[in-house]
Nanobody, 122 residues
Framework: QVQLVESGGGLVQAGGSLRLSCAAS????????MGWFRQAPGKEREFVAT????????YYADSVKGRFTISRDNAKNTMYLQMNNLKPEDTAVYYC???????????????WGQGTRVTVSS
């Protein structure tokens, strides 16, 4: 079992930046593929980004490519999402997730955090 705790959400103006963090409970964190999903009000949860266990491979949704950067520090059991040039349509609850292989599909991931809310005002 892996427990994931997100932090760093908040209210920001359009064009601003936020950095989300995801702290994992297990030292085996480094063996997991990690990812971020988000869910806007009234919408399905959608893929944002994923990163391989060794940080060599990353994938992004087209909607965030060039603005968001996913990273991880295995020594700290922590994953990050740097979000720049935020837009109102980025408003959502952001979820951290862990799994065994990279995928944009929710069902590919085994563990989920409780989410952190990001609100971008226009």
């Amino acid at each position: 079992q892996v427990q994931l705790v997100e932090s760093g959400g908040g209210l920001v103006q359009a064009g601003g930046s936020l950095r989300l963090s995801c702290a994992a409970s297990r030292r085996t964190f480094s063996s997991y593929v990690m990812g971020w999903f988000r869910q806007a009000p009234g919408k399905e949860r959608e893929f944002v980004a994923t990163i391989s266990w060794n940080s060599i491979t990353t994938y992004y949704a087209d909607s965030v490519k060039g603005r968001f950067t996913i990273s991880r520090d295995n020594a700290k059991n922590t994953m990050y999402l740097q979000m720049n040039n935020l837009k109102p349509e980025d408003t959502a609850v952001y979820y951290c997730t862990a799994g065994t292989f990279s995928s944009p599909l929710r069902r590919s991931y085994d563990y989920w955090g409780q989410g952190t809310r990001v609100t971008v005002s226009s």
